[in-house]
C-alpha cells in the first residue's frame, strides 16, 4: 500500500483530535476522507504530510515513517491544503517554475509547460495569481502539487470555489491521476464523494467511524429498503402488514403508506398484487435510495 496509518493519535492538552484511528490507502485508489468540521481531517493530513507530529501511532508513505524519514516521505507526496498557500505577486508560469526548482525537476520548462495544459491554466500562465479567481487559484494549487509527479496525491477541499464546468474538468484530471497513483480527498460535498471515491474513511469525533467501499458503506447503514405508495381508495396498516416481504407499516394518512422490508428484498411486485386483489388503485408507488449523504448523517451525528 502508498499510506498506512496505524494507532494514529494526536492529542492537543487534553483533547484528541484524532484518536487510535487506522487506515490504508493503494496505488490506483481515489480514497475520499470524511469528517464534519473538527473531525480531524485536516489534522490527520497534516501528519501524513509531515507538516506536525502524532503523539502516537505510526504513519508509512511508500514505505518511509514519516517521523524517522519525512524528507524522503515529502518527495513521495503532492499536497493541496485547504488554505491554499500561493505567492500571489508572482506570475503562474513564474510560480510554477519556481517550485520545480525547489524539486530540482530537470527539465523544467517541459513539465511547468504539461501541468499547465493540464489544469487548464494556458489562457492564464501569464497572470499575476493575486489576479486570478479562487476556481483558477486552485487550480495553480493543484499543478504545484503534482509538479513532482509524486506517488501520493494529498487533497484537502480541491473542488472548492470551482464553478461547475471547472468542477468537471477538476473532476476528471482527479479521477485520471487516481488512475495511477494514490488520491486521498477531503470534501463536504458528498456528489464529488459519489463521482470521485472507490472507498471513504469517515472520522467523527477523532474517532474512525467507518472504511468501506460506498456501495457497502451505504448498504450497512441503511439496513431496510424503504418503499412509499399512495392509494386513491383508503386501506389499513393490517392489511398492508401482510403483504410478503414487508417488516413494518408507517401511515402517512388514510391512503399513503411507508412500507419496510429487508435491504435486499424488492416488495414492489407483491404490492402491486396485493392492490389487484383488493381492487385499489395505485397512484404512487417510490423506493427511497439510500445516499452517501444519509450515510455520512448517520455515523456523525
Given amino acids: 500500500m502508498s499510506v498506512q496509518v496505524q494507532n494514529l493519535t494526536k492529542i492537543y492538552g487534553e483533547q484528541h483530535a484524532v484518536n487510535q484511528i487506522n487506515f490504508e490507502a493503494h496505488q490506483g485508489e481515489v480514497l475520499g476522507f470524511l469528517g464534519p468540521n473538527g473531525a480531524g ?16 501511532g505510526t504513519v508509512k508513505v511508500c514505505g518511509h515513517d514519516v517521523s524517522a524519514d519525512p524528507i524522503e516521505v515529502r518527495r513521495h507526496i503532492g499536497y493541496l491544503p485547504e488554505h491554499n498557500p500561493l505567492y500571489k505577486e508572482m506570475y503562474v508560469k513564474e510560480y510554477l517554475t519556481f517550485i520545480a ?32 479567481s479562487k476556481g483558477y487559484r486552485q487550480r495553480v494549487g493543484l499543478a504545484q502539487a503534482m509538479i513532482h509527479d509524486p506517488q501520493v496525491l494529498i487533497l484537502d477541499e ?14 476528471n484530471l482527479i479521477k485520471r491521476i487516481g488512475e495511477q497513483k494514490t488520491v486521498i ?20 469525533k477523532g474517532n474512525l467511524v467507518a472504511d468501506d467501499a460506498i456501495g457497502d458503506l451505504e448498504k450497512r447503514v441503511s439496513g431496510e429498503t424503504i418503499i412509499t405508495i399512495e392509494f386513491l381508495e383508503k386501506t389499513t ?19 399513503k403508506w411507508k412500507l419496510s422490508s429487508k435491504l435486499d428484498d424488492d416488495v414492489r411486485a407483491e404490492i402491486f398484487k ?4 383488493n381492487q385499489l388503485t395505485l ?13 455520512f448523517q448517520q455515523l456523525t451525528k
Wanted: some cysteine; glycine content about 6%.
Fill in 41 to 56: 481531517k485536516t489534522t490527520t493530513m497534516k501528519i501524513i504530510t509531515c507538516f506536525i507530529p502524532q503523539t502516537e
Fill in 237 to 255: 396498516r393490517s392489511q398492508l402488514a401482510k403483504i410478503k416481504g414487508v417488516t413494518k407499516v408507517v401511515g402517512l394518512s388514510d391512503t
Fill in 101 to 132: 526548482g525547489l524539486h530540482k525537476i530537470k527539465k523544467k520548462r517541459q513539465r511547468v509547460d504539461e501541468m499547465i495544459d493540464m489544469t487548464g491554466l494556458t489562457r492564464e500562465r501569464n497572470k499575476l495569481i493575486g489576479a486570478l
Fill in 158 to 171: 480541491p473542488t472548492s470555489g470551482l464553478d461547475p464546468n471547472q468542477l468537471v474538468e477538476i473532476r
Fill in 283 to 295: 397512484i404512487e408507488m417510490s423506493k427511497q435510495v439510500f445516499s452517501i449523504e444519509n450515510a
Fill in 185 to 204: 480527498f477531503s470534501t463536504h460535498i458528498m456528489q464529488e464523494v459519489k463521482a470521485l471515491c472507490d472507498r471513504v474513511v469517515i472520522i467523527n
Fill in 274 to 277: 396485493y392492490a389487484v386483489q
